[in-house]
C-alpha cells in the first residue's frame, strides 16, 4: 500500500509512497514481510525440480573446506569446515604434522548457527588470541580473548566494536568501537568511532581512551601495530573522500601524540611494515596504479621504492626481508618478490590464470602460505619456502571436478564510449554457442573493488546443464588502478550501467545467449547495477537477481555506515550530485513497463545496507511492472549483508535463486 510521502531536493519535488517501509521494526512492515515472503514461498514452491535443486546444491557444498595456516609459537593455526557445518572451526596443531583439535567451534555459540567467527588475532608474544564475534550476519562485533596454551576464555568482552582491528601491544590491544546505540542498532547512523586500548583481564569500561575527533564525527579510523611494537600507525578517512590519512605515534613516546605521513585525502595509501627505522607504505599519489615508497621518520623523507607498473598492485605483504607484491593483470594475479633496495628477484609461479590471497606470515617466517583458486580450480593450499623460492601444494582441494570440462576465455569488448572492458566467459567444451544457451551474468563495478576469478561450485550446476557464466570487470573496480575506479564513480556512474548493457549485447551479439535466455546478478553495490540496468534496458533481459543492493541513492546516507559511500557515490547536499542521483536511482526511476523476473534478496539483520532499501524498490517495482513476471522480494531472517551465512541459509538461498533462475530461463535438466 502506497501513501502520499514526498521531500523536497533543491526545488524538486520527490515522491516517496513507500517511505513507511523506513520503519523496519514497525508491525505493519513485519507482517508486510510476511505477506511477501509467504507470496514468493508460494511461487517457488510450485517449481517442479525445486527439491532435486536443493539436492543438487547441498551435493556441490558438501566437501572440506580449509583456510590457510598461519603460526604461533609452536603451534599452526586453520579453520577447517567438513562441508556442511554451519561455522568452520579453528584448529591448531604442534608443528606442521601435528594432529589437529578443536580450538574454538562457532557452531557451540548458538543453536542455528548464526554466529560466526570474523577475525582472529594473535598477540606479538604467542600468548593469547582474540577474536572477534558477529551475530546473526550484523556488522556489530563482539570482542573475547583465550589463552593459547590452555584455552582457557578469558572473561574479556568488549561490545559496540565494528569494522574494527584488534592490534597487540605487549598486555593488551588497540581497537575501534561506537557509543552504545540506544535506538535502532541494525538503522541508527554510526559516526564518531572512538580508538581504545584494552588490557587483557580487565573490564571495558576500563579501557583507555586513545583517540577520538569531536569535530568531525564522519571520520573514521584504522589502528594498527607492526610487529617491532615501535609504532601506532592511525589511517581515517571522512566522508566523500577517495583517499585517506596516514599518521603515527611513536610508542616510547605516546604522549606526544600522532605525526602525519600524510594529510591529504585524494590518495590512497597504507602502511605495509617497518624495518631498519624505516616506514613502506603503498600509495597511488602520482601513481594511479600504486607503487611502494620508503619513508624515513627521522628526516621526513621518502623516496619510490618500487615504482608504479603496468600493472595495479592488488596487495603487498614483507616477509623474510622481501616484498611479496601481488599485481593484477587483466584481473588476474601475478606475484613478484623485491628486496628492501627494490631490486627484483623472482615471480612465484602460479597454476593458472587465476586469483590469489593470503600470503600469511610474519616478517620473520621463513615460509609463507597462500591459496590459488580460479573458475574451474577448487582453492588449494600452497606453501613457499622463502630461501629456495619454490612452492609446493600443501593442502589439495577434495572437490571433486575435472577441470578439462571446461573452458574459460577472457574477451575485451567496447563499451558505449568504446573504451575496452574485460569480461571472462566459462562454459562446457563441446557445447554449440548458437544464442539459445541460458547465461548468467554478473558484475559489480565499484568502491576500487576489482572482480577476479574465484571458484565458485554454485556455478557449476548452471555450466553443467549447458549454461554459460559471465564476470564483467567494469569500470568502478579497481582493475586497472585509480583511473578507471574514477571512471565509474560519482557523475561517471552511468559508464558503469553501459558498460553492464554492452556486456550484455556482445554476448547476445557473439551467439553466447539471447535476451531470452539472459539472467544478470550482483550484489551490493552490484544490486545497485542490476536495479539500474532493468531500469534503463528491461527488454534486454529475462532474469534480474538485486542482491542486498543500495536501491534509494537520495537517502543512502542516513543509515549505518551509509554516508562513508559519499566517497563513491556523491552526496545529494550538492545539487549536481543530486541530480546525478536522481537521474539513476533504481528506486526512482521505476516505470510503468514491462520487467523481467526479478526475485530481490535481503536480510532482516543487514545493517550495511540495510533491507528498507529492498523493501521500498520491491513495493515499488511490484506495483509499476506490467507485465506478467513476478517480481519477488526473498527476505532472510537471523542473516545480514552475507559474511558468515551459515552453511544452512547458504543452501536454502542458493536453492532458491536457482531454481527462480532455470524456471525462468527454461533450463529443464530437472
Not at 357 to 379: A, D, N, Q, V
Not at 604 to 628: G, I, M
Amino acid at each position: 500500500m502506497n501513501e502520499e510521502h514526498t521531500d523536497t531536493y533543491f526545488g524538486t519535488k520527490v515522491s516517496d509512497p513507500y517511505n513507511w517501509l523506513e520503519e523496519m521494526q514497525s508491525d505493519r512492515v513485519i507482517e508486510w514481510i510476511k505477506t511477501e515472503n509467504k507470496i514468493t514461498e508460494n511461487y517457488l514452491s510450485r517449481i517442479p525440480f525445486r527439491k532435486k535443486m536443493m539436492e543438487a546444491v547441498t551435493d556441490v557444498l558438501n566437501y572440506e573446506r580449509y583456510s590457510a595456516p598461519f603460526k604461533s609459537g609452536k603451534y599452526y593455526f586453520f579453520f577447517k569446515n567438513e562441508g556442511l557445518q554451519n561455522q568452520s572451526i579453528l584448529y591448531r596443531q604442534e608443528g606442521q604434522d601435528g594432529n589437529p583439535e578443536v580450538f574454538l567451534d562457532p557452531n557451540t555459540l548458538s543453536d542455528d548457527g548464526t554466529v560466526s567467527i570474523e577475525n582472529t588475532k594473535v598477540s606479538w608474544d604467542d600468548k593469547y588470541l582474540a577474536y572477534t564475534i558477529n551475530r546473526a550476519g550484523s556488522d556489530w562485533e563482539e570482542i573475547y580473548i583465550i589463552d593459547i596454551e590452555t584455552k582457557e576464555q578469558l572473561s574479556d568482552r568488549l561490545d559496540w566494536a565494528k569494522f574494527s582491528g584488534i592490534d597487540w601491544l605487549d598486555d593488551g590491544f588497540y581497537y575501534n568501537r561506537y557509543d552504545e546505540v540506544l535506538t535502532d542498532k541494525l538503522k541508527e547512523i554510526n559516526l564518531s568511532p572512538k580508538i581504545y586500548f584494552h588490557k587483557t583481564g580487565t573490564r571495558q569500561s576500563e579501557d583507555k581512551l586513545i583517540y577520538e575527533d569531536k569535530d568531525q564525527p564522519d571520520r573514521s579510523f584504522i589502528n594498527f601495530t607492526t610487529e617491532d611494537r615501535q609504532y601506532l600507525f592511525m589511517m581515517s578517512w571522512k566522508k566523500g573522500s577517495i583517499g585517506n590519512t596516514i599518521h603515527y605515534q611513536e610508542l616510547s613516546k605516546s604522549e606526544s601524540g600522532f605525526t602525519p605521513i600524510t594529510e591529504e585525502y585524494d590518495h590512497q595509501c597504507g602502511v605495509i611494515e617497518t624495518e631498519d627505522n624505516a616506514i613502506y607504505i603503498r600509495t597511488n599519489k602520482n601513481a594511479p596504479k600504486e607503487k611502494i615508497i620508503k619513508f624515513t621518520p627521522s628526516t621526513g623523507d621518502s623516496i619510490d621504492l618500487i615504482p608504479e607498473s603496468e600493472f595495479v598492485i592488488n596487495d603487498v605483504n614483507f616477509i623474510d626481508g622481501k616484498f611479496f607484491v601481488q599485481y593484477l593483470k587483466d584481473a588476474c594475479d601475478v606475484v613478484y618478490v623485491f628486496d628492501t633496495n627494490g631490486n627484483f628477484l623472482n615471480e612465484i609461479d602460479l597454476p593458472a590464470k587465476g586469483s590469489v590471497t593470503g600470503f600469511s606470515g610474519r616478517k620473520s617466517s621463513k615460509e609463507l602460505f597462500y591459496i590459488f583458486t580460479s573458475f574451474t580450480y577448487p582453492p588449494e593450499i600452497f606453501k613457499y619456502e622463502i630461501e629456495n623460492r619454490s612452492s609446493s601444494v600443501f593442502r589439495e582441494s577434495n572437490f571433486k571436478i575435472d577441470p578439462e570440462k571446461y573452458e574459460t576465455h577472457q574477451l575485451f569488448y567496447p563499451s558505449k564510449d568504446g573504451t575496452l572492458i574485460p569480461m571472462f566467459v566459462v562454459h562446457k567444451k563441446g557445447i554449440e554457442l548458437n544464442g539459445s544457451n541460458p547465461l548468467l551474468l554478473q558484475g559489480y563495478g565499484g568502491f576500487n573493488i576489482s572482480q577476479t576469478p574465484e571458484f565458485s561450485p554454485i556455478k557449476l550446476i548452471l555450466l553443467d546443464n549447458g549454461g554459460v557464466f559471465a564476470l564483467a570487470c567494469l569500470r568502478g573496480g579497481g582493475e586497472y588502478g585509480k583511473e578507471w575506479h574514477r571512471a565509474g564513480m560519482k557523475l561517471n556512474k552511468q559508464n558503469v550501467f553501459d558498460d553492464f548493457i554492452c556486456a550484455a549485447e556482445y554476448l547476445i551479439r557473439e551467439k553466447y545467449t539471447s535476451s531470452e535466455k539472459l539472467a544478470i546478478r550482483g550484489g551490493s553495490n552490484g544490486g545497485l547495477l542490476i536495479g539500474a540496468v532493468l531500469n534503463q534496458r528491461p527488454e534486454l533481459f529475462k532474469v534480474g537477481l538485486p542482491d542486498v543492493g543500495v536501491m534509494d541513492m537520495l537517502k543512502f546516507h542516513k543509515y549505518t555506515i551509509g554516508w562513508s559511500w559519499v566517497s563513491d557515490y556523491g552526496s545529494i547536499d550538492d545539487e549536481i550530485h543530486f541530480r546525478n542521483l536522481y537521474l539513476y536511482s533504481p528506486l526512482h526511476n521505476i516505470k510503468a513497463q514491462d520487467y523481467p523476473a526479478v526475485l530481490i534478496s535481503t536480510s532482516d539483520h543487514d545493517d550495511r545496507v540495510v533491507p528498507l532499501h529492498s523493501y521500498k524498490y520491491a513495493a515499488t517495482l511490484q506495483e509499476k511492472n506490467t507485465s506478467e513476471n513476478p517480481i519477488l522480494i526473498r527476505v532472510d531472517t537471523d542473516a545480514g549483508h552475507g559474511a558468515g551465512k551459515p552453511i544452512s541459509k547458504a543452501i536454502e538461498e542458493q536453492t532458491d535463486v536457482m531454481s527462480f533462475v532455470f524456471y525462468n530461463l527454461g533450463i529443464t535438466a530437472f
